[in-house]
């Protein structure tokens, strides 16, 4: 009983979703919409990752307001042309695995997110 009210409160609360991302993110190419973030780990290097991401923002016609890059981290700050903020987090995880997430809006908009990665995926 204790176990079943617990795995009910881990499904509606969302740390459902964040435990199966979290099992899965050992492995290239996981996917997971949680709370307004796209988060995806790609089996990539990377500054192939930051350089697709890269190409992926100016394809799309965003203004980029801000980027910061080092050997493991880098962020890219961009605005749509509904002067939503994009922000797009890129991390190293590995030699061949490397984590982005992405937030368009205060809230997320998971449509556009899916969109940015499918572009960055296209230039990898």
């Known amino acids: 009983m204790a176990s079943t009210l617990l795995a009910l409160s881990m499904v509606t609360s969302g740390c459902f979703l964040v435990a199966v991302g979290a099992a899965g993110a050992a492995g290239a190419g996981t ?4 709370r307004g973030e ?7 290097r990377y500054d192939t990752v930051v350089g697709a991401t ?7 016609q965003f203004a ?6 080092d050997a493991f981290s880098s962020e890219i700050v961009a605005r749509t042309a509904e002067d939503k903020k994009i922000d797009i987090v890129i991390a190293k995880e590995a030699d061949n695995l490397t984590k982005v997430k ?3 809006g205060v809230f997320g908009d ?3 997110s899916r969109a940015i990665l499918d572009r960055v995926r296209a230039n990898l």
């Open 31 to 34: 996917v997971a919409y949680i």
């Open 38 to 44: 796209l988060d995806a780990s790609l089996g990539n």
């Open 54 to 60: 890269d190409n992926a923002v100016g394809q799309l």
């Open 64 to 69: 980029k307001i801000r980027e910061s890059k």
């Open 102 to 104: 992405i937030r368009v």
């Open 110 to 112: 998971e449509e556009k």
